[in-house]
């Protein structure tokens, strides 16, 4: 046979291996992954994902993988915590502090310590009369002892985000960022807080998001309220129409930082795991960075940019696009957490 054949031949039989190949690598079955996100993430998460699933991004022997997100707040999984038998393969909560304290049976891995931020932040209506002194915790906490002014936050019981208002308020009175065990207990603490919490006049009627409660007619009966800045940044446009806001920092916030937790138990296949760590892997690229600031949200390092249409339009009611140095809450993974929950439901939070 003639060497000019035998290439032929060789060729036509790699270009139909290629093509075999081609063919059984686009006929691989999706590995299909659940990740969970507190409702403080969900829309950015629920975007970024459509744009993952249709990215060409594989695992194993050329497996596409799509991601399906749920929602699950903080407290429904401290109430029943993520099992071998019920788990998502990815879950991203709210507060990594929170989250650390939830002892579930099933392996998790940390694959990305933050993929967005946003503090918390106090708002009045600045253009009417107040009884508080200053918007801070003190200015705050005696209006609340001496007057019958209302106070409006997420439950403390049902919510992380209600739950976060009382650790900050809690590391405000002991001048710590770094919460003990002893500080959470603290009867003096709680004391002080009580009138706070005594301010609100129906945790039932307030939903996750309070800067939707504050903004609906309901609101006008408010004094001041609490609650995570991307959510007064998406509500931004409304408050302004009903008032003149006014916000401003806690000296010891509780920042809202989104870690992303792969979850795997005995059940979880290699692909499964690869297919999460590829998920946070993209949300950590530039493109879903950049495009945090469009809902509120801030970057996982460094601040949104200049040209933040929601951080600009907030700036001159108070809300800065670089924070100042403040001291973000640390608390103890133990028991207390849940003493300083019954606490709170033991005075109607």
Known sequence: MRRGTIFIILFVLI??????????????????IDVAVDPLAELWLRAAALEFNTSGVTVGVGR??????????????LNEPWSSSNHPDGWIPAWSGFAAGIRMAVTANTEALSLARTPLVWMRDASEDSAISALTWDGVQEAAGSNRINVAFSSPSLSVQGFAVVVSGAAHFHDSGVLTDTQLNDKAMR?????????????NTIPNDVATYVAGPQGRTVDV???????????LDVLARTYTPEFAYPNYPVMFD?????LSSAQTTGDERAASQA???????????????S??????????????AKFVAAEPYGIMRQLPG????????????????????????
């Open 258 to 262: 989104f870690p992303y937790i792969t």
């Open 64 to 77: 596409p993988v799509r991601v399906n997100v749920i929602v699950a707040p903080g407290m429904q999984i």
């Open 191 to 203: 004391d002080w807080l009580k009138p706070v919490i005594d301010s609100v006049p129906n945790f």
């Open 326 to 349: 403040l001291q973000a809450v640390q608390i103890p993974q133990s028991s207390a957490i849940s003493g300083l929950r019954q606490w709170i439901l033991s005075n109607g939070g």
């Open 15 to 32: 270009a139909a291996a290629l093509v075999a190949a081609t063919t059984l690598l686009r006929s691989q079955p999706p590995v299909e």
């Open 295 to 308: 809902y509120g949200l801030r970057p996982a390092l460094g601040e949104p940019p200049e040209t933040s």
């Open 279 to 293: 998920f946070a892997s993209y949300l950590l690229g530039d493109a879903q960075q950049r495009a945090l600031d």
């Open 225 to 235: 309220a609490i609650g995570p800045e991307s959510q007064w940044l998406a509500s």
